[in-house]
């Protein structure tokens, strides 16, 4: 039973350029969460997807920051031109339903972008 | 604000002793309160959820216990071994259906010796 898949685990981008995070859920989640782990920072969110919707995006930075899960193929969290400051862990997470009931939540191992 | 802390120094303890973690919060009433073991460059893994209304659960050698007035959760490993060393975090959350938002404190390294 795999669990949430993120690719690529390792990212290095140039200013300026464009990443692009992938995850797969666990087999019959359809509830996605995204979070950011900065250096020496906690865990902070960042959005909560559905299949084809974004339930909370309270945590996403107002630009560059965008994320979709569609109907079809995994979630992604795309930054663009970006900034040394993106430079953290990012970790997806996701639920057999809505969290808000006390579900456990399942994190993936992360994509660290390094930003250069 | 909403703020959790955990304390930042690494908690050093010898194989065979009860770790006890601590987590404060301040400026929220949270529904749930979760603990998470995470290892370097891995993502965090799910240990123990407490609700508002229950003081106390356990899981094997693991208990987790929540105070809502004093606002505070101690979490214990008995018998440590060392591969119980990692960091752990603890994380709060609204009993809202509709956001995922778990708030996390910033964890405590735990390093048992042989």
């Known amino acids: 039973n795999a669990g949430v898949m993120q690719n690529p685990r390792h990212l290095v981008r140039r200013r300026g350029q464009e990443a692009r995070l992938r995850c797969s859920p666990m087999k019959g989640h359809s509830h996605v969460y995204w979070y950011r782990q900065l250096p020496e920072e906690g865990l902070k969110f960042m959005v909560y997807?559905?299949?084809?919707?974004?339930?909370?995006e309270s945590g996403m930075p107002k630009e560059r920051f965008s994320a979709e899960f569609p109907k079809e193929g995994p979630s992604i969290l795309r930054i663009q031109q970006v900034v040394r400051g993106d430079s953290a862990a990012y970790f997806c997470a996701s639920s057999l339903s809505g969290f808000g009931f006390g579900n456990t939540i399942y994190f993936g191992e992360g994509s660290w972008l390094t930003v250069v | 604000s909403q703020k959790i802390e955990q304390n930042s120094e690494a908690l050093n303890i010898q194989e065979g002793k009860t770790a006890t973690l601590t987590c404060n919060y301040t400026?929220?009433?949270?529904?749930?309160l979760q603990w998470y073991r995470q290892d370097p460059g891995r993502g965090p893994v799910f240990l123990l959820l407490?609700?508002?209304?229950?003081k106390e659960k356990r899981k094997e050698r693991l208990k987790v216990t929540f105070d809502t007035t004093l606002k505070q959760s101690l979490f214990h490993i008995t018998a440590s071994q060392p591969a119980d060393s990692a960091t752990y975090l603890c994380?709060?959350?609204?009993?809202?259906?509709?956001?995922?938002?778990?708030?996390f404190g910033q964890g405590t390294t735990l390093q048992v010796k042989p």
């Open positions: 997807l559905q299949k084809e919707n974004i339930i909370d």
């Open positions: 994380a709060l959350a609204s009993g809202s259906s509709n956001t995922g938002k778990l708030i």
């Open positions: 407490i609700r508002e209304n229950e």
């Open positions: 400026n929220y009433s949270p529904a749930y």
